[in-house]
């Protein structure tokens, strides 16, 4: 039997969804919620709809790359940035 994929949820696509989290992030950060803009992202690169998608990955890692720069002085900056590097091999 084959599993059917849903292409959205509540009438809303899938990479809308994801443009409204990371921007969601990103105002996050604006307002010095760092954590929970951290929260938003690994919630996002935790959900299956956007996993297996290496084009939403690398969105959700560019995401948390800018919010770490933005930051100046987050350790997390390093480990995305190599997750970064390995989504272009």
């Known amino acids: 039997m084959a599993v059917e994929i849903p292409e959205n949820y509540r009438g809303i696509s899938f990479s809308a969804w994801l443009d409204i989290f990371l921007e969601y992030a990103l105002c996050l950060v604006r307002y010095d919620r760092h954590q929970e ?14 996993y ?12 948390w790359c ?12 390093d480990a995305n940035d190599r997750s970064l590097r390995s989504l272009g091999e």
């Open 52 to 63: 297996h998608s290496r084009e939403d990955m690398f969105l959700i890692h560019v995401c």
């Open 66 to 77: 800018g919010m770490s720069l933005s930051l100046s002085l987050d350790p997390r900056y």
């Open 37 to 50: 803009a951290y929260e938003i992202c690994e919630a996002a690169k935790d959900a299956i709809v956007f």
